[in-house]
């Protein structure tokens, strides 16, 4: 959150960028977070926490939608080397998210593969129609990163690591307009 804070203010410290750090991280990797965010070009995180070669782990689907591979995926740094936080990173005006409200609002499938993000995210369409709002998909946005983030602590192989205080697994949405980051849930205490 120190490197968002940077983002924000534009005081960045562009860490861990260089030569050297190339050569450190080249046999070894020992990244402190996992970060399974959006595909959207808008929210790269390795710039909006200021982090640098070999700090996060990073992994971006649409809508932060997950099947098995990517839950594999994060599951991989905190199984593999005690990476001990997980972030979903959710945001302002998905386009995904939108496309996935409007299709399961319509009853109108997409097209191809795109209809499989719709599917992983209909659990999210679900809760945001209970839950109202001023605007439906920022509201099913917030979801997806709830729903996503609980679906994550509370997972066969990483829940024993969040009941034992060794990871965090943090729900977060990304400001496009301002660059902030909001903690939703998780936030280890």
């Not at 990476?83 to 496309?99: I, K, M, S, Y």
């Not at 999210?124 to 609980?150: C, L």
């Not at 034992?164 to 990304?174: D, E, I, M, N, R």
Request: glycine letters at 12%; hydrophobic letters at 35%; aromatic letters at 4%.
């Amino acid at each position: 959150m120190e490197g968002n804070k940077r983002w924000v203010s534009g005081d960045l410290h562009h860490p861990d960028r260089d030569p050297n750090r190339r050569q450190l991280v080249a046999q070894h990797q020992e990244p402190f977070g996992s970060i399974l965010s959006c595909i959207d070009s808008r929210v790269p995180p390795e710039l909006l926490f200021d982090t640098g070669l070999g700090d996060l782990y990073v992994m971006r689907t649409g809508g932060e939608a997950i099947d098995p591979v990517v839950t594999g995926s994060v599951e991989y740094g905190p199984m593999t080397s005690g990476t001990p936080l997980v972030v979903v990173l959710g945001h302002q005006r998905c386009g995904a998210v939108a496309a996935a409200y409007k299709s399961l609002r319509d009853g109108k499938p997409l097209p191809g593969n795109l209809q499989a993000i719709v599917k992983a995210l209909e659990p999210a369409y679900r809760q945001a129609v209970r839950q109202g709002g001023a605007d439906p998909v920022e509201t099913m946005a917030r979801a997806q990163v709830t729903v996503t983030a609980a679906d994550l602590r509370s997972n066969q192989d990483l829940g024993p690591l969040v009941a034992k205080g060794t990871l965090a697994v943090v729900g977060a949405y990304y400001s496009l307009d301002t660059g902030k980051v909001e903690v939703l849930s998780g936030a280890p205490s």
